[in-house]
């Protein structure tokens, strides 16, 4: 007996072009596709090529002009930080948009130019993102938590002819000012931005670039509204840079065509909503949950979608999450595990969700990192809803394995994201390129074409694109996790096969860490891993082997090295732990022995490689880890 999921995936497998093609009339096009599919430039895929339409359109105009939708709730920004609660209709948030695209238009802006976003959690965030997509702007979200060098790179990678800020963000308690930030990242960036506009905020207002910068809410008062451009469906909407094994990060394109009908169509399918569901995804617009399923795909469905500006924790306690679903009567959540973790330490026995009625709340979502099952338990057991663990990348846009709940809901498995989602061909391979058999560990990979909605390409990269993801494995996209599939065709994820991290949800390369360290005048040698913690899943600690002829005290280096990766990558890396060791574990080869140093420190089970150059070394690295609290410790 089959199930709508297991004749949706049948068909999204075999026959793609059918499967997408139809689900396509569901987007408001100005012309209509040429081919679904164009697979003349194989390892390169193209969807909907000869399509137009525009993004923008989709998200906010269809809603208010063709469906007579206008006076329904597009937007609710709640903030605790800031006390506010604010919400847009969809007519007000569309007029809103058509005037900020009206105010990059008169700075120059136009179809293909870059615009890079750098800013908190407010709805003016959104309104820049869609602003671009209305005039075919590519838009590039940055990160808050990043510092400005990293702030740079993106910058001179994605050359924008204007940045979008705001004077400052609010985390907890604390006011961050990102303008200065945003200052010293031009100076350093070798691309310069013609303008910049600045949202001040009344926490703490920025001092403005006379002639460079431009204040918001007087550009606004000035401005005239301007309508969609229509643009090639294959024409990027966004570049979104994500950690690479690299300092450099990989700038993911996004196109437009897509990710319209991709995105849509997973608010019924994945998540069980539907138009006028008020849709909640906590998270933050600079990760690409952020763009998906706070902006976009809610506003495709012609749902509420809430902005919150807070904590899960201490904005003000730990219930913020369960008042919101209830004030706002949301129908269902989007976060990261470690959201859950940190409620779950402050109020074990979520006392505090007594005090609301959650009585219209559905189902909880959680991705950007591996789900714990006791996590998951916790929530279920709380909030007596179904807890859908779901795995995806920055790449993939959406869900590559999910419980379909719009679909069919199948029997969850603690630690298994459940099955692949239509549209993706999962496999589990072995170094050869071979299918492996169900239950055995190997590369997850996709097989090609990826669906639409997910990368076609790295920004002007199509050589980096190729090398880094569809050349290991010919015929695949390599996810870079490694995991299994079961007999039941559910999927397991269990760890990336490269130096990515993740940090409390937050993707970090250890490698980009390395580099910051590595510049450190006393350092020789070093090396980063990330290491298991209660709350954020992982968290980076460092092994730094100094250069001889040093004076200082290890202390001060310590601090030295801690401050510099804060400075050069972000607060959000989290790096507060490093050692001072005489040598790192290689083999005799000189590979560094990452993967035994990190199962110490977790308290996993290791064997020495046979291969290590000096057994002894690790009897210190022991020592290290112990005396930073890790290894040796019942966790
Ligand atoms: N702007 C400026 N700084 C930021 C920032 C932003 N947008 N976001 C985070 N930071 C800073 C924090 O202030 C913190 O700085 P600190 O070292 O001075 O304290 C640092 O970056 C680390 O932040 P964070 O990872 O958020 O840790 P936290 O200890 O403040 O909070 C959690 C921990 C679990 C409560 C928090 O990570 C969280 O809510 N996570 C939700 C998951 C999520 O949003 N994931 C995104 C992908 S779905
Ligand atoms: P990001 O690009 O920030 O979304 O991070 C993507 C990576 O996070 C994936 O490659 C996985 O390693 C990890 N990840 C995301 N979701 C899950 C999940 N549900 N289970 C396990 N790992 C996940």
Redesign the pocket.
């Given at each position: 007996m089959t199930n709508p999921y297991e004749d949706a995936f049948q068909r999204s497998i075999t026959d793609p072009e059918g499967f997408w093609g139809e689900i396509a009339q569901d987007v408001h096009w100005y012309k209509r596709w040429d081919q679904v599919l164009d697979s003349s430039n194989k390892p390169l895929y193209r969807w909907f090529v000869g399509g137009k339409l525009n993004t923008c359109y989709n998200a906010l105009d269809y809603h208010v002009d063709d469906r007579g939708r206008g006076d329904r709730i597009a937007l609710i920004y709640d903030s605790p930080v800031t006390h506010t609660i604010q919400k847009y209709t969809y007519a007000e948030l569309r007029d809103t948009v058509a005037r900020f695209a009206g105010v990059l238009a008169g700075r120059g802006v136009g179809k293909g130019d870059r615009v890079v976003i750098y800013m908190?959690m407010i709805p003016e965030a959104a309104i820049a993102m869609l602003a671009c997509a209305r005039i075919g702007a590519i838009h590039s979200v940055v990160?808050?938590?990043f510092a400005a060098k990293e702030l740079a790179t993106r910058i001179n990678d994605s050359q924008p002819k204007v940045v979008v800020s705001a004077s400052c963000?609010i985390?907890g308690q604390r006011i961050?000012a990102y303008k200065p930030l945003l200052d010293e990242a031009i100076q350093i960036a070798s691309a310069k931005p013609e303008h910049c506009i600045i949202f001040q905020r009344p926490q703490q207002e920025a001092a403005l670039v006379h002639g460079r910068d431009i204040e918001w809410s007087a550009a606004m008062a000035v401005a005239s509204a301007v309508d969609c451009v229509p643009v090639a469906a294959t024409d990027p909407l966004y570049i979104l840079y994500t950690s690479g094994t690299t300092g450099q990060p990989k700038g993911v394109v996004r196109d437009n065509g897509g990710h319209v009908v991709a995105l849509k169509w997973t608010m019924k399918a994945i998540y069980d909503v539907d138009e006028d569901d008020v849709w909640w995804a906590?998270?933050?617009v600079g990760?690409v949950?952020g763009h998906s399923y706070i902006v976009y795909a809610p506003l495709f469905k012609g749902c509420t979608t809430i902005l919150f500006e807070g904590?899960?924790?201490g904005t003000p306690d730990a219930g913020v999450f369960w008042r919101i679903i209830s004030e706002h009567k949301v129908k269902c959540m989007f976060?990261?595990p470690?959201?859950y973790r940190?409620i779950r330490r402050e109020d074990p026995d979520a006392r505090l969700i007594k005090d609301y009625d959650l009585s219209h709340f559905k189902a909880l979502f959680l991705?950007?990192e591996r789900s714990d099952p006791a996590t998951i338990q916790w929530s279920e057991k709380h909030l007596g809803t179904p807890v859908i663990d779901h795995w995806w990348q920055t790449e993939t846009g959406w869900a590559i394995a999910a419980n379909c709940m719009g679909l069919h809901r199948f029997p969850v498995k603690y630690g298994s994201p459940t099955k692949a989602v239509p549209g993706w061909d999962v496999r589990v391979l072995d170094d050869e390129n071979r299918d492996l058999p169900a239950g055995t560990i190997g590369a997850l990979s996709v097989k090609l074409p990826l669906p639409p909605g997910t990368l076609p390409t790295l920004w002007q990269n199509d050589q980096r694109y190729i090398e880094a993801y569809l050349t290991e494995y010919p015929g695949y996209y390599k996810t870079a996790d490694a995991g299994m599939i079961d007999e039941d065709g559910y999927i397991y994820v269990m760890s990336r096969t490269d130096d990515i991290i993740n940090?409390?949800?937050?993707r970090l390369s250890t490698g980009a860490m390395e580099e910051v360290l590595a510049g450190l005048p006393d350092v020789a040698e070093c090396a980063v891993l990330g290491v298991e913690d209660a709350?954020?899943g992982q968290v980076p600690v460092g092994f730094l082997v100094l250069n001889a002829a040093t004076v200082r005290e290890p202390n001060e280096i310590i601090q030295d090295a801690v401050q510099q990766v804060r400075k050069q990558i972000g607060?959000?890396a989290?790096f507060k732990m490093a050692a001072i060791v005489k040598r790192l574990p290689k083999t005799r080869s000189g590979k560094i022995l990452r993967g035994t140093i990190q199962k110490i420190a977790d308290n996993r089970e290791f064997s020495i490689p046979a291969t290590i150059d000096d057994p002894q070394i690790i009897d210190e690295i022991k020592a290290s880890l112990e005396a930073l609290g890790l290894a040796g410790k019942k966790k």
């Amino acid at each position: 007996m089959t199930n709508p999921y297991e004749d949706a995936f049948q068909r999204s497998i075999t026959d793609p072009e059918g499967f997408w093609g139809e689900i396509a009339q569901d987007v408001h096009w100005y012309k209509r596709w040429d081919q679904v599919l164009d697979s003349s430039n194989k390892p390169l895929y193209r969807w909907f090529v000869g399509g137009k339409l525009n993004t923008c359109y989709n998200a906010l105009d269809y809603h208010v002009d063709d469906r007579g939708r206008g006076d329904r709730i597009a937007l609710i920004y709640d903030s605790p930080v800031t006390h506010t609660i604010q919400k847009y209709t969809y007519a007000e948030l569309r007029d809103t948009v058509a005037r900020f695209a009206g105010v990059l238009a008169g700075r120059g802006v136009g179809k293909g130019d870059r615009v890079v976003i750098y800013m908190p959690m407010i709805p003016e965030a959104a309104i820049a993102m869609l602003a671009c997509a209305r005039i075919g702007a590519i838009h590039s979200v940055v990160f808050g938590g990043f510092a400005a060098k990293e702030l740079a790179t993106r910058i001179n990678d994605s050359q924008p002819k204007v940045v979008v800020s705001a004077s400052c963000g609010i985390e907890g308690q604390r006011i961050i000012a990102y303008k200065p930030l945003l200052d010293e990242a031009i100076q350093i960036a070798s691309a310069k931005p013609e303008h910049c506009i600045i949202f001040q905020r009344p926490q703490q207002e920025a001092a403005l670039v006379h002639g460079r910068d431009i204040e918001w809410s007087a550009a606004m008062a000035v401005a005239s509204a301007v309508d969609c451009v229509p643009v090639a469906a294959t024409d990027p909407l966004y570049i979104l840079y994500t950690s690479g094994t690299t300092g450099q990060p990989k700038g993911v394109v996004r196109d437009n065509g897509g990710h319209v009908v991709a995105l849509k169509w997973t608010m019924k399918a994945i998540y069980d909503v539907d138009e006028d569901d008020v849709w909640w995804a906590a998270s933050d617009v600079g990760w690409v949950v952020g763009h998906s399923y706070i902006v976009y795909a809610p506003l495709f469905k012609g749902c509420t979608t809430i902005l919150f500006e807070g904590k899960p924790v201490g904005t003000p306690d730990a219930g913020v999450f369960w008042r919101i679903i209830s004030e706002h009567k949301v129908k269902c959540m989007f976060t990261a595990p470690t959201a859950y973790r940190a409620i779950r330490r402050e109020d074990p026995d979520a006392r505090l969700i007594k005090d609301y009625d959650l009585s219209h709340f559905k189902a909880l979502f959680l991705a950007g990192e591996r789900s714990d099952p006791a996590t998951i338990q916790w929530s279920e057991k709380h909030l007596g809803t179904p807890v859908i663990d779901h795995w995806w990348q920055t790449e993939t846009g959406w869900a590559i394995a999910a419980n379909c709940m719009g679909l069919h809901r199948f029997p969850v498995k603690y630690g298994s994201p459940t099955k692949a989602v239509p549209g993706w061909d999962v496999r589990v391979l072995d170094d050869e390129n071979r299918d492996l058999p169900a239950g055995t560990i190997g590369a997850l990979s996709v097989k090609l074409p990826l669906p639409p909605g997910t990368l076609p390409t790295l920004w002007q990269n199509d050589q980096r694109y190729i090398e880094a993801y569809l050349t290991e494995y010919p015929g695949y996209y390599k996810t870079a996790d490694a995991g299994m599939i079961d007999e039941d065709g559910y999927i397991y994820v269990m760890s990336r096969t490269d130096d990515i991290i993740n940090v409390a949800g937050h993707r970090l390369s250890t490698g980009a860490m390395e580099e910051v360290l590595a510049g450190l005048p006393d350092v020789a040698e070093c090396a980063v891993l990330g290491v298991e913690d209660a709350l954020k899943g992982q968290v980076p600690v460092g092994f730094l082997v100094l250069n001889a002829a040093t004076v200082r005290e290890p202390n001060e280096i310590i601090q030295d090295a801690v401050q510099q990766v804060r400075k050069q990558i972000g607060p959000v890396a989290a790096f507060k732990m490093a050692a001072i060791v005489k040598r790192l574990p290689k083999t005799r080869s000189g590979k560094i022995l990452r993967g035994t140093i990190q199962k110490i420190a977790d308290n996993r089970e290791f064997s020495i490689p046979a291969t290590i150059d000096d057994p002894q070394i690790i009897d210190e690295i022991k020592a290290s880890l112990e005396a930073l609290g890790l290894a040796g410790k019942k966790k």
